[in-house]
């Protein structure tokens, strides 16, 4: 049965191509949205862009058609409709509701779609009390969740296969194996298992290009940039971070689980030792914790830096001796030579970034738009790592099920240019482990 979908601003200033995204059924826009969308236009952010696109396919789709009245058609088979809203739909709801905002708006033309017409009338918002006031109202209501991923489900990158004892002296005679039961995603990590042998087990990495588990690489013995994995996630961790074929690496972990660490590690070998790449870029997006400190004094690099101080504090860990001497000097060194460069994402839109290595920290604050962007932005021979964990968002626009960094695993999974690794277990400290497990 055709059903009738209501938009508000939110989901529009969320995804721009939202309302080509219910199939064959009706879009219905009161009037009080295209009015909110014009006060966002001017904004430089992403809301704004989404304000313009919106504006930009709503007045191309008037070229088609009458938007009020029966509306116009969609290519998807659809309808959309704009409705002028009057005094007396918003009488229609109860006492308290009856302010002319546009959320009212949006409650009363859902009233009185349902009430003229048979068709099921969901009124979609991401506002969260909206919903609650339309359910109060007897209007179903919900989340718009087409780019959302459950965290419940989320593509680990890893996986445990049971195999015999002569599989893996196989695998580790000819140093690779054939698995042909198991489809498995590009770059996916694993554990091997003997199961007539519980203490015989081997780990490796799935290549797509020769369609067999291999070995990991091999590390230097001194290790990465002084850095050794102290479990089996970060192994694996590594071995994507490292290897060449792999151009996109998400790391999703909880605090202290090393993500920060290890990606700089990783593209600080592979710029200055194995001379991989020409620069490490290492940027994260500016958002608060708590209530902001305002506008902060100095020129952009002193205004930046308590931003980025979480990146420079993993950058002194490894630009240390055990003594903590020659700190400033060679931190400060790389950046002269241009090996390190530490910047914000407010300025990336337009950049063409070639042969760098480019990590994106804290990028569970990003949207899936913004990421796109990022991503996007990878010139010829260039790797992007993005870390984060979806617990901790900062951005009100995000969730842990919407966030750009959850978006892009599982828009990877299947994609032989990317590879994840899901880190569950902390090695910060034991008071870090016991606060993100306990608080």
């Not at 308290?96 to 349902?114: G, I």
């Not at 091997?192 to 230097?220: H, S, T």
């Not at 060449?244 to 700089?264: E, M």
Request: net charge negative; hydrophobic share 40%.
């Amino acid at each position: 049965m055709e059903k009738v979908y209501i938009l508000d601003t939110n989901v529009l200033l969320h995804d721009a191509a939202s309302i080509f995204c219910f199939d064959e059924h009706e879009v219905v826009l009161p009037l009080g949205v295209i009015e909110e969308l014009d006060r966002f236009k001017k904004d430089g952010n992403e809301n704004g862009r989404n304000a313009r696109q919106v504006s930009r396919e709503l007045d191309r789709l008037r070229q088609t058609g009458i938007l009020t009245n029966g509306g116009v058609e969609l290519n998807n088979g659809g309808r959309l409709r704009v409705v002028v809203m009057t005094n007396g739909c918003i009488e229609e709801l109860p006492q308290e509701l009856r302010t002319p905002s546009v959320d009212h708006q949006l409650l009363a033309l859902a009233l009185q779609e349902k009430q003229k017409r048979s068709n099921q009338v969901i009124l979609v918002t991401k506002d969260i009390n909206l919903r609650i006031k339309a359910h109060a109202v007897g209007i179903a209501a919900q989340d718009y969740e087409t780019d959302k991923i459950s965290l419940a489900d989320l593509y680990t990158g890893t996986f445990n296969i049971d195999l015999v004892s002569s599989q893996i002296d196989q695998f580790f005679r000819d140093q690779r194996l054939h698995i042909n039961e198991t489809v498995l995603p590009p770059h996916s990590c694993m554990t091997l298992q003997a199961v007539d042998n519980e203490r015989q087990k081997a780990i490796g990495r799935y290549d797509p290009r020769q369609d067999a588990v291999l070995p990991l690489q091999a590390a230097p013995k001194e290790g990465y940039w002084g850095i050794q994995p102290r479990n089996l996630e970060q192994k694996f961790a590594l071995e994507l971070l490292t290897h060449p074929d792999i151009h996109l690496v998400t790391l999703i972990g909880r605090a202290g689980t090393g993500k920060t660490l290890l990606a700089l590690a990783a593209g600080l070998y592979m710029v200055t030792e194995a001379s991989a790449y020409k620069r490490l870029l290492v940027s994260r997006p500016v958002f608060p914790m708590g209530r902001d400190l305002g506008f902060l004094p100095g020129d952009v690099e002193e205004k930046l830096s308590p931003w980025m101080q979480p990146i420079n504090d993993n950058l002194d860990l490894l630009l240390t001796d055990v003594h903590g001497r020659n700190k400033h000097r060679r931190h400060q060194e790389l950046k002269d030579l241009d090996i390190i460069s530490v910047e914000p994402l407010t300025y990336i839109r337009g950049r063409s970034i070639p042969r760098q290595y480019m990590i994106v920290d804290e990028a569970q604050n990003l949207t899936p738009h913004e990421v796109k962007t990022i991503v996007s932005r990878a010139g010829e021979g260039t790797k992007i790592v993005l870390t984060g964990d979806p617990e901790q968002i900062d951005n009100p626009y995000v969730d842990a099920c919407s966030n750009g960094l959850t978006y892009v695993v599982e828009r990877f999974r299947d994609s032989p240019l990317a590879g994840h690794v899901l880190l569950s277990r902390g090695e910060r400290s034991a008071l870090a482990n016991a606060a993100s497990e306990r608080l």
